[in-house]
DNA sequence: GACGCAATAT
DNA sequence: TATATTGCGT
């Protein structure tokens, strides 16, 4: 942020005709006269004004009434304190955001204050237009409360709890102290001034995860590592190591993962319904049904739900475009040998098969046009693990990490972990006719599935 | 408190 | 549409 910047920063943009009612305000100025003046300018508007004309009586109004102090005007020379240790005590004993003004209009000095957690730098002489709105900047600091829930955006260094602090304005019950995600939105609704001030500030939103392929091949891998009973969002997340992400992206994406689980068993429930005789996976359209797993057919008790989903922990999310893609290439192998598809972008007028990942058009298998793969791995397989520890054609390509995607579409990345390689590599001289592999376990399956059949039927 | 899931918000 | 959040039951 630029000086420019700083001192461009209009508080009044979004709420002309407001007034900072109950807003108590600590000023700390050392010249008596200078303190005179900006307290009546800020009693004019409204303010509820404490002053200070020393660090250590600032510091003493701030231990024995910090709930009370809503925001603290400060002068950075003081007697007892250089300009930037009051910033950063100041800083510690109160969650209140910190407006520094001073004779100073050096640049580093400016930065240098800002840097140590000043909300804005205001150059004395202090007219009437910079302070009153000042008061809004504590609905700044309340909403980045409210909306992010994460205290470490301001500039205070101070913990979470400690910048939920306790205003007074409008509703002096407010309980914007609370930081559990169950109150957020509630709080939000109930206090209906706050809601309005809230709305109409531009808010630093939480970005939102994107997960790309590379995340999503992550997150199987570690579905695949923990099994059916360990799969839960929070081992889930410790085993994908995946910086910045968290437990309730994970939990989201287990959710909307079990749900396309679901969907596919419940297509295979409605298939064997319509057909009683599945004798074939292969779709006359010209490629594969989705349902080339044989434990898929089982459904009805928890115990087989359960192993659906044990045995489909590796699949991909995506939803195979029933006859839209070319072939059974389509259709691979992961090496615990449950069949999967690949992420596959055929052409511009197939659908995404994985239409959740808004980046699927970098997908990272690739097929040309006449259904041929980019690279193998191994005999006819296709390992989507490999693509990833390779590094592939995602939109973030040289980058390894979660993409979020901000209002701005802005994309932050993170550094990700290299994914554990593969054990085994063979010659790609050994690389057989994947669709004639591919065939050739998918008739193994139904072989077994029939056979799984006729036992129950027994 | 973690979890799963549905509903809802963004 | 994808993801985040919430509420509620387990």
Known sequence: MTCEQVLSVDVTENNAGSFPIGVRILVVESDPT????VSKMLQVFGYEVKTATRATDAMHILREKEDEINLILTETHLPDMDQYEILETVGELSSSPIVVFSADNNESTILGCLFKGAELYLVKPVIENDVKNLWQLTYRTKLKTAVSGEG??????????QNTSSLTVGNPSSTMGMTDQKGKRKELEETDNDHEYIDNLTAPKKPKLVWTNELHNIFLQALRILGVDGAHPKKILQHMNVPG?????????????????????????????GDCCPSSTFNPQGGFSQYTN??????????EYRNNFQNNLCRP??????GFVHSPT???????????PNYVQVDSQSKQLYPSYPNSNHTEIITTTDGSFSSFDQKGK???????????????????????????????QFPLPQPQPLPEKEDESEILDIATMEELELLAMEKEFLEDLKNDLW
């Open 152 to 161: 470490s955006n301001t500039f205070h260094g101070g913990s979470a709890e």
């Open 317 to 322: 999310m995506s939803v195979h475009s029933l």
């Open 245 to 273: 992400l968290k437990k309730e992206n994970v939990s989201s994406h287990l959710q909307k993962y079990r749900l396309y689980l679901k969907r596919e068993q419940d297509g295979m429930q409605k298939t064997m319904i």
């Open 294 to 303: 044989s434990q898929f057919f089982m459904t009805a008790s928890q115990s």
């Open 382 to 412: 296709y390992s989507v693990d490999k693509h990833l520890n390779q590094g592939t054609t995602l939109s973030n390509t040289g980058t390894h990490g979660p993409t979020f995607l901000g209002n701005s579409q802005q994309q932050v």
């Open 330 to 340: 389509h259709v691979n192998s992961n090496y615990n040998g449950i069949l999967i």
């Open 34 to 37: 200078c303190l005179r003046i």
